[in-house]
């Protein structure tokens, strides 16, 4: 396994990559980000989107590696102590979709602090669902936690208090290699969360992912997703995810926006924020989908 490890760790897209995301329901105003950095490959990559009833624009670029792998085109994380983090923007946004070039200025100073263990993807797959895995991410770790602070897009400042998840991963990013991922997370309060992933390659699935309700992190290890579709992107889903115990999740998705990211010739990055019932409770989060370009 080490040796394996070290001829990942040379791989041309051996990448580590830094993402967080948060919803805020008062603001109805959601924002995702992510900081990778490739270093074999000198490539250092970004992008930060915002999410409102009126709005969906973000940035996304590449750039060479430097000696500030957190910090790139106007977006800055910086861990402060254990479990808090300082997430800053300072740039233009852009509108994807608009025929005429769209600009938006955008202040964020947001503090993110954590609200589970870490959740180690390791505690949820097998030996072989690892090797199937490794041409994605080979370390993969989840947290949910709340956001607070200020964004400022435009003149319009809005008070954030929010909830959302972080993702650290480490391995080869090829992004081409699956022939899908869904990552999907929901917060329903401050003491109960969930993610899961499941990974569709062609030697089968790997699922994992956990089930938070105020005391541990249930590891998920299989889900059952029926995705509805509206012209290539999903509109809807609904969920059974299982548990090392035996246990049953069943949530329903519900796409409310979304805004899309190309990756490379073949696939794209559909970013949503969703709306979710368990258990009879409501929650927000961010479902991603990597699939084929309609």
């Not at 309060?189 to 956990?210: P, Q």
Request: charged share 30%; hydrophobic share 35%; aromatic share 12%.
């Amino acid at each position: 396994m080490d040796i394996n490890l070290k001829t990942l760790k040379n791989h041309e897209d051996w990448n580590e990559s830094y993402y967080f995301n948060f919803h805020d329901r008062n603001n109805d105003l959601t924002a995702f980000m992510r900081i990778g950095n490739k270093i074999n490959k000198n490539e250092k990559s970004m992008f930060f989107f915002l999410m409102t009833p009126q709005m969906i624009a973000g940035i996304k670029l590449e750039t060479p590696c430097d000696d500030k792998p957190l910090n790139i085109a106007g977006l800055k994380y910086e861990e402060m102590s254990t479990g808090e983090w300082k997430l800053k923007f300072d740039g233009s946004i852009f509108d994807p979709l608009a025929e005429v070039l769209k600009e938006f200025k955008v202040k964020m100073d947001i503090t993110w602090e954590v609200l589970n263990p870490v959740m180690d993807y390791v505690d949820c797959v097998d030996e072989k669902q690892t090797e199937m895995s490794s041409n994605v991410v080979s370390e993969h770790y989840e947290q949910f936690g709340k956001a607070t602070g200020t964004i400022e897009i435009d003149d319009e400042i809005f008070e954030i208090e929010a909830l959302g998840e972080r993702d650290l991963s480490r391995g080869v990013r090829e992004w081409g290699s699956p022939k899908m991922w869904m990552w999907i997370n929901s917060e329903f309060s401050h003491n109960e969360a969930f993610n899961i992933t499941k990974l569709s390659i062609d030697e089968g699935d790997v699922d994992a992912g956990y089930f938070y309700t105020g005391s541990v992190n249930e590891p998920l290890i299989k889900s059952d997703i029926d995705v509805e579709f509206n012209n290539g992107i999903p509109s809807a889903f609904k969920m059974s995810l299982f548990n090392k115990k035996g246990s049953i999740y069943s949530v329903d998705g519900e796409v409310i926006r979304f805004g899309i990211i190309p990756v490379d010739e073949r696939m794209i990055l559909i970013e949503t924020l969703s709306r979710y019932i368990w258990d009879g409770k409501e929650g927000y989060g961010v479902a991603e989908f990597l699939v084929p370009k309609p």
